[in-house]
C-alpha cells in the first residue's frame, strides 16, 4: 500500500479548519465580552441593593443608555421615596421617557414632578418639559388637536408661572405656531364643507374660525367664502327662506368689499352681489303676483 511522507502529507492539508478555529475564537471572545457587560446589568438589577442600582441608573442615565436607566430608576423610586435623592431620580426618570421618544409618558411624568417638587430646582424645566412633550405629540393639523391644546394650555400656564423665564419668548412662538396649526384645521374643515356643497355648515366653520382667531392671515379667504356660500345657500333653499339667505348675502358681500377693496376677488363679489340682488327683485315680484 502506497503511503505519503508525513511532510508531504501535512503540506497537501488545507489550512481552511485553523481559519474556521481563529474565527470561532474572535467570535466566542465578543459573545463573552457581550455576556459579561449584559451580565453585570442583569446582576445589579436582580441584585436587590436598593444604593447599587440607584447609582447604576445614574451611570446609565449619564451614559445616555436611557433604557437601561429608566429599568434600574423604575426598580428604586417607590423605595426612595420622600429621600433627598428622590428628586434627582424622579426628574431624570422624566426624561429618560422623552429621549426614548415616549412622548405621552414623558409629559405625565414631567407635569407630575412639576406638581410634587413644587421647591425644585428643577419645577421650571419639568414644567416646561412637560409642555414640550405634548408638543412633540402634536400632528399634522388634518388630525386630532387634543395634545395640540394640551400644549398650548400647558405653554401658557408656563408663562403665568414663570414670567421672567428664559424661556418665555420661545413659549410665545411654539404658541403662535400650534395656534397657526389650529387655524388652518379650522380653515380645513369650512373648505371641506364648501366642496362638499355643505353651505350653511362652511358658513358657520368659517365663522367659529373668525372668532377665534381674528388675526389669521387667511381671514380675506375666509370671507370671500362666506360670501359665495352663503349665495349658493341661498340659491339651494326652500322658497320660504331665500329672502332672508338673499339679504345675508348682500350683508356678506358689502363687509367684504369694505374690508378688502383692493382684493383679488372683488369681481367675483361684486357678480355674486349683483345676482343676490336680481334673485331677490325676481322673489319680490313672484310674492306681489301672488
Known amino acids: 500500500m502506497f503511503t505519503l511522507p508525513y511532510t508531504l502529507l501535512m503540506k497537501c492539508l488545507p489550512l481552511r479548519p485553523m481559519k474556521i478555529t481563529f474565527g470561532w475564537l474572535a467570535l466566542s471572545s465578543l459573545l463573552f465580552l457581550f455576556g459579561a457587560c449584559k451580565s453585570e446589568y442583569e446582576r445589579i438589577r436582580t441584585g436587590g441593593d436598593p444604593e447599587l442600582i440607584l447609582n447604576k441608573a445614574f451611570e446609565y442615565y449619564e451614559k445616555e443608555d436611557y433604557q437601561k436607566a429608566q429599568s434600574l ?41 412639576a406638581n410634587t417638587f413644587t421647591n425644585s430646582e428643577f419645577r421650571e424645566e419639568a414644567a416646561f418639559m412637560s409642555a414640550y412633550s405634548n408638543y412633540k405629540l402634536s400632528p399634522t393639523y388634518r388630525l386630532d388637536q387634543t395634545n395640540t391644546q394640551k400644549a398650548i394650555e400647558e405653554f401658557q400656564l408656563f408663562v403665568n408661572l414663570f414670567p421672567k423665564s428664559p424661556r418665555v419668548q420661545e413659549c410665545n412662538n411654539l404658541i403662535d405656531e400650534m395656534r397657526r396649526k389650529l387655524e388652518e ?37 375666509v370671507r370671500y367664502l362666506i360670501a359665495r356660500a352663503s349665495f349658493l345657500l341661498s340659491e339651494n333653499s326652500v322658497v320660504e327662506k331665500k329672502m332672508d339667505r338673499y ?34 327683485k325676481a322673489l319680490r315680484k313672484r310674492f306681489k303676483s301672488t
Open 73 to 113: 430608576f423604575e426598580l428604586v423610586l417607590s423605595n426612595i421615596k420622600g429621600t433627598k435623592k428622590a428628586e434627582k431620580a424622579n426628574f431624570c426618570y422624566s426624561y429618560t421617557h422623552y429621549h426614548l421618544k415616549e412622548y405621552l409618558l414623558a409629559a405625565f411624568y414631567f407635569r407630575n414632578f
Open 185 to 221: 384645521k379650522a380653515f380645513g374643515e369650512g373648505e371641506l364643507y364648501f366642496n362638499l356643497k355643505q353651505y350653511q355648515s362652511a358658513v358657520i366653520s368659517f365663522d367659529n374660525l373668525l372668532r377665534d382667531y381674528p388675526e389669521s392671515p387667511d381671514t380675506e379667504r
Open 247 to 280: 339679504t345675508e348675502t348682500m350683508t356678506r358681500c358689502n363687509d367684504f368689499l369694505e374690508k378688502y377693496p383692493k382684493s383679488k376677488y372683488i369681481k367675483e363679489i361684486r357678480d355674486t352681489q349683483k345676482k343676490a340682488e336680481q334673485a331677490m
